[in-house]
């Protein structure tokens, strides 16, 4: 079955950088674009960031344009978000997801706290 796994959050002071990384399985990794979102406390999830299946097309929230940059390698399965010079507002459970077969799959998640 599809499986999702992200991890790399944790706590950061403003200004500092994290890389979360997402594992996939059971499923045509590389025929898939893939994509982060994050959920602030109390707010919706939004999307941050999108990669194409073969990575040569990103798109970015305005919001992280220019700190934030999404990457895979198909060889491992694996999609990834370096993230720099954090804000306090990028505080957020990040999650990563693919659409396979029409239906919407997500990861448990990784928490990512900025704060001073």
């Known amino acids: 079955q599809v499986q999702l796994v992200e991890s790399g959050g944790g706590s950061v002071q403003p200004g500092g950088s994290l890389r979360l990384s997402c594992a996939a399985s059971g499923f045509t990794f590389r025929s898939t674009a893939m994509k982060w979102y994050r959920q602030a406390p109390g707010k919706e999830r939004v999307l941050v960031a999108a990669?194409?299946?073969?990575?040569?097309?990103?798109t970015y929230a305005d919001s992280v344009k220019g700190r934030f940059t999404i990457s895979r390698d198909n060889a491992k399965n694996a999609v990834y978000l370096q993230m720099n010079s954090l804000k306090p507002e990028d505080t957020a459970v990040y999650y990563c997801k693919a659409e396979v077969w029409f239906n919407n799959y997500w990861g448990q998640g990784t928490q990512v706290t900025v704060s001073s």
């Open positions: 990669i194409s299946s073969a990575g040569g097309s990103t």
